[in-house]
């Protein structure tokens, strides 16, 4: 059974930094790409970050790109996701998911997600 469960969440205040961790089991876990989702309240949800299976490869949604980092650890089957420079807008519920293949638009497995809450 393949469970991801994020961690790190919490209430913060814009301009801090948090860092979101996903522990992923029942999986290869170098045999997929990682990727972070957000969702909040009435919108849709949102790709924000991605990383290969190695790690060597990265990319980023354009409102993130240059405050957020994604990485990942392969001992220990975690991805993180640094996030610094909060805005009230990145307020959120944030998903990691696993898929198959790199840049994917389909991804395999979800998390349950974390709240991540920005105050301004």
């Known amino acids: 059974q393949v469970q991801l469960v994020e961690s790190g969440g919490g209430l913060v205040q814009a301009g801090d930094s948090l860092k979101l961790s996903c522990v992923a089991s029942?999986?290869?876990?170098?045999?997929?790409?990682m990727g972070w989702f957000r969702q909040a309240p009435g919108k849709e949800r949102e790709f924000v970050a991605a990383?290969?299976?190695?790690?060597?490869?990265?990319y980023y949604a354009d409102s993130v790109r240059g405050r957020f980092t994604i990485s990942r650890d392969n001992y220990e089957n975690t991805v993180y996701l640094l996030m610094n420079s909060l805005k009230s807008e990145d307020t959120a519920v944030y998903y990691c998911a696993a898929s198959k293949i790199y840049a994917s638009i389909d991804y395999d497995y979800w998390g349950q997600g974390t709240q991540v809450t920005v105050s301004s």
């Open positions: 990383v290969s299976w190695n790690g060597y490869s990265t």
């Open positions: 029942g999986l290869t876990f170098n045999n997929y790409a």
